[in-house]
């Protein structure tokens, strides 16, 4: 029998205690804010934007809501972003990706300052997490170590296949792996017998993009499936890169889409603004 990791009851458990952090930080009069920025109006990323915005209402932090037009300039959304680089009583600063085509997404990024890059895919930060210095984690691979973490699942000494090597997920996790001393392997779309590889791991994560694509033929019996993906079929019902159904008899633990990964990004997403506390001293 497979244990399903639950990700919304351990997010809920990330949240409540940094609810418990951010009452104790008012307690000495220290407030926490997040800026969130959104341009133009995708409905997706509407949906995250309240998400985020819930969140933070739950746990006490302040959130400060900048909801642009399609047509805002790259000129005016980094004269904002200065703007709360400068205010001290901004912690953190979020500008929900993707931007609108004629905005350098890179540039943005850049442009927040690293100490209220609550996302951490600023390079100071990614620079950071790649030679073991504090700094922001990747909020998505950062929530998969506290899942495996809080499943009692261990890590050290075990090979674990990161399927995709994007800079927001699959790279930071791979180097999340490694510093919990697991031997890691990247696979990516260009990998040879990708089966063959993935069929090595103890711990198989998966961030393709690719609905269902990995079956029972991809796993070791035994094995750790994460399942980042996140996908919406035909008839709204959410799917990940896992085929679960094909997949979760052959593991010991499995993430299931929707309540696995997916709750946890947000909760390392207020871990990270109550962080930003220590991290900005
Ligand atoms: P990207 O599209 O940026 O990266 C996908 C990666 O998968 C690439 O490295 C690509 O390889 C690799 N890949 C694509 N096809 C194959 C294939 N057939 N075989 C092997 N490797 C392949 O995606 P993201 O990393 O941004 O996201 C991955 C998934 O996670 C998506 O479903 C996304 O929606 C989800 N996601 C979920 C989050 C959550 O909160 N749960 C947060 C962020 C993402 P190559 O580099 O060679 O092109």
Redesign the pocket.
């Known amino acids: 029998m497979y244990q399903i990791i639950d990700g919304k009851e351990i997010s809920t458990q990330i949240k409540n205690e940094c609810r418990d952090r951010v009452a104790a930080y008012k307690e000495q009069g220290v407030d926490i804010c997040l800026a969130v920025i959104q341009v133009g109006n995708d409905p997706a990323s509407s949906v995250y934007v309240n998400n985020k915005k819930k969140a933070c209402e739950y746990i006490g932090i302040q959130s400060l809501s900048y909801e642009l037009p399609e047509e805002t300039t790259e000129e005016e959304l980094l004269a904002i972003i200065d703007k709360l680089n400068a205010d001290d009583a901004v912690n953190g600063i979020l500008v929900q990706l993707p931007v609108p085509k004629h905005i350098d997404e890179d540039k943005i990024i850049r442009a927040i300052s690293p100490l209220k890059d609550v996302d951490g895919f600023h390079t100071q930060n990614v620079g950071a997490l790649c030679i073991g210095q504090k700094g922001y984690v990747s ?2 691979p950062a ?1 998969v170590i506290e899942l495996l973490k809080r499943s009692n699942i261990s890590i050290e000494g075990k090979e674990c296949v990161v ?8 790279k930071p996790m791979s180097i999340l792996m490694l510093r919990e001393n697991a031997t890691v392997t990247i ?5 040879k017998d ?1 089966k063959e590889v993935c069929k090595r791991a103890d711990i198989l994560i998966v ?5 269902e ?1 990995i079956t029972a033929e991809y796993v070791k019996e035994g094995a750790v499936v994460i399942d ?4 919406r079929k035909e008839g709204k019902k959410l799917c ?2 896992v085929l679960f159904d094909d997949v979760a008899p052959h593991c010991s633990a499995i993430t299931p ?1 929707p309540g ?3 709750p ?3 909760a390392m997403l207020m871990k990270n603004c109550v962080d930003s506390v220590e991290i900005r001293k």
């Open positions: 909020c998505t929530g399927i995709g090597r994007s800079n927001i997920v699959g696979a990516h779309s260009r990998t990708l961030a393709i993009g690719k609905p694509m980042v993906g996140i996908h990940g890169d889409v696995g990964v997916g946890m990004t947000i």
